[in-house]
């Protein structure tokens, strides 16, 4: 992993020593979200030699950038639950991320596919209002975000 990303780095004119990839990118003019673009592609392919705290920080940071998208889904999810065709697709375009990506982070970060997350949720509304409300199940299904009843 080490010889090739130092022949990389070598190839596009930057320093093989990993300890200078920060001052390097910086020397040639890159604004750093460039750098931070590249050293982000170094880490997910798990070289984390490179400048150890600058990996560390960008680390940090990806991990705080994951958590609030995470957090966003969430609150997307709670806000919009009821909407039948609430989807990956859809919460993908509401927070400006690939579906792959979403569905991966949502999966890594909560231990549970995003469309089980969303049944669950759902299910448990569902439950909530079968116990609170004199709501008919047929009015809770569609409020809960079923399309019709038998699916339910």
């Known amino acids: 992993m080490y010889n090739a990303v130092t022949d990389t780095l070598r190839k596009v004119g930057l320093s ?3 300890i200078c990839l920060h001052s390097s990118l910086r020397s ?3 604004v750093e979200g460039r750098a931070e673009t590249i050293i982000k592609g170094f880490l997910d392919l798990g070289c984390t030699m490179l400048v150890p705290e600058f990996s560390y920080d960008f ?3 990806k991990k705080e950038m994951d958590d609030q998208a995470v957090k966003i889904i969430i ?4 806000e919009n639950y009821g909407d039948p065709d609430l989807c990956l697709y859809r919460i993908s375009e ?3 991320l690939p579906e792959k990506f979403v569905s991966q982070l949502f ?3 909560l231990g ?3 469309s089980d997350y969303i049944e669950t949720l759902r299910m448990n509304k569902a439950s909530e209002l079968l116990s609170t409300t004199n709501k ?3 009015e809770i299904s569609i409020e809960v975000g079923y399309k019709f009843v038998p699916f339910f």
């Open 75 to 78: 609150e997307l999810l709670e």
């Open 136 to 138: 008919t199940i047929e």
């Open 16 to 18: 093989n020593k990993p």
């Open 59 to 61: 680390s940090n940071r």
């Open 112 to 114: 549970q596919y995003l």
């Open 94 to 96: 509401e927070v400006g």
């Open 28 to 30: 040639f003019g890159w």
């Open 107 to 109: 999966k890594q970060k």
